[in-house]
């Protein structure tokens, strides 16, 4: 256990490197990233498809009373699987923030009723639940309207919080490095 604490420790630096450059680019082009993203998901997913049908093919030629179907099968379904992946990706990650704005909507509009309908008590006001509803709304109508720019938005977000992360751990080491 000390050996992993020791490596993890030595290797922290090169951690903190790497998620420095990666929240600039998520902050900075969070377009470029997930272009990037994708683009490397479906190269893997074509070199292992390739790879599948290459070695079914070559079986299948040195053995052919071998059943080497599933093989080559396979190989097939994952470059089609990678050509699905770098043609529809975006739209599916663009569908995605849609989908939870609607579902934001429903539930900000359930609250809101929830909160002049429900009277267990007498004394407790219906409005801290009204206004979470109505939060809940205007989020969703930003999510349904802009889903493409709310998602390079979470994007961004999720890369300055990562800056913020290696920033804090460098002073927190540098805190816990002098004690």
Known sequence: M??????IRRYSWLQSI???ALGAFLLLMPNLVVTGAIYIVAAYIAVQG????IAGLRA????PVQNNRPAITLGIGMLVAA?????????LLVSLPFILGLILIFTGISRVANGFTRKEYVNVTPWPMVVYGALLILLGVVLVINPFGSLMMLFRFFGGTM???VIMDFFAGRYYKDR
């Open 2 to 7: 000390q050996q992993l604490y020791t490596t």
């Open 18 to 20: 790497v998620s420095l």
């Open 50 to 53: 390739a790879i599948s049908l």
């Open 60 to 63: 299948n030629k040195d053995n």
């Open 83 to 91: 050509l699905l992946v770098l043609f529809m990706a975006k739209p």
């Open 163 to 165: 800056i913020a992360m």
